[in-house]
């Protein structure tokens, strides 16, 4: 089964980065399938914000792409997620997730971890 | 940017009856390219049906889901067949394939 644990601060300032790691068990990230985050907020409900492969092949939601970057480390079986110049907008939980063989849907997620924009 | 719409959204039902919810989009969607999620408080989504109608794993088979009109027709549909304790929570649908690559709807509260 595959088991995936976010990790990170839950606080950043705003202006500041947001960092965050996913940590998977129970599959190698460089087997074949893409990994990606997902944030959710009362104000948006869920949203997309990127998806990678292990090669580096990559897939951003045009709203935060200026701002995103994911990166995948195979020999630590973890992929991260780096948000620039967070304001209060960004506030929200954020959950890391595999995306479905099929491509079209994401089929494995972790528990998620809150992140609060403090001014 | 293609919106989804899910409605109703709220729906209150008892256990035992059937739950029907619906999700709409803005533009056509293939049906091979349209999934939907349970979300219980605290829980990361859990997906239920990929590619309109397939259940995931472990998804038994009072849920089902469906598409209305043509095969890019832009209904689809989400419906438990029997209503269990267990099956009260929030239910997303999620569209693949346009602008942004993953887009969900706001979701319907299913409560007791």
């Known amino acids: 089964q595959v088991h995936l644990q976010e990790s990170g601060p839950g606080v950043v300032k705003a202006s500041e980065t947001l960092s965050l790691t996913c940590a998977v068990s129970?599959?190698?990230?460089?087997?074949?399938?893409?990994w990606g985050w997902v944030r959710q907020s009362p104000g948006k409900g869920l949203e997309w914000i990127v998806a990678?492969?292990?090669?580096?092949?990559?897939y951003y939601n045009p709203s935060l792409e200026s701002r995103v970057t994911m990166s995948v480390d195979t020999s630590r079986n973890e992929f991260s997620l780096k948000l620039t110049s967070v304001t209060a907008a960004d506030t929200a939980l954020y959950f890391c997730?595999?995306?479905?063989?099929?491509?079209?849907?994401?089929?494995?997620w972790g528990q998620g971890t809150l992140v609060s924009v403090s001014s | 940017e293609k919106v989804l719409t899910q409605f109703p959204g709220t729906l209150s039902l008892s256990p035992g009856e059937r739950a029907t919810f619906s999700c709409r989009a803005s533009?056509?969607?293939?049906?091979?390219?349209l999934a939907w999620y349970q979300q219980k408080p605290g829980q990361a989504p859990t997906l239920l049906m990929s590619?309109?109608?397939?259940?995931?794993?472990g998804i038994p088979d009072r849920f089902s889901g469906s598409t209305s009109g043509s095969s890019s027709g832009t209904e689809f549909t989400l419906t438990i067949s029997r209503v269990e304790p267990e099956d009260f929570a929030v239910y997303f649908c999620?569209?693949?394939?346009?602008?942004?690559?993953?887009?969900f709807g706001q979701g319907t509260k299913l409560e007791i």
């Open positions: 997730a595999r995306r479905c063989p099929s491509g079209n849907c994401f089929d494995f």
């Open positions: 129970g599959e190698s990230i460089g087997f074949g399938y893409y």
């Open positions: 990678m492969y292990h090669s580096g092949d990559t």
């Open positions: 533009q056509s969607v293939s049906g091979s390219f």
């Open positions: 590619e309109a109608s397939i259940r995931a794993s």
């Open positions: 999620q569209e693949y394939g346009s602008s942004p690559l993953f887009a």
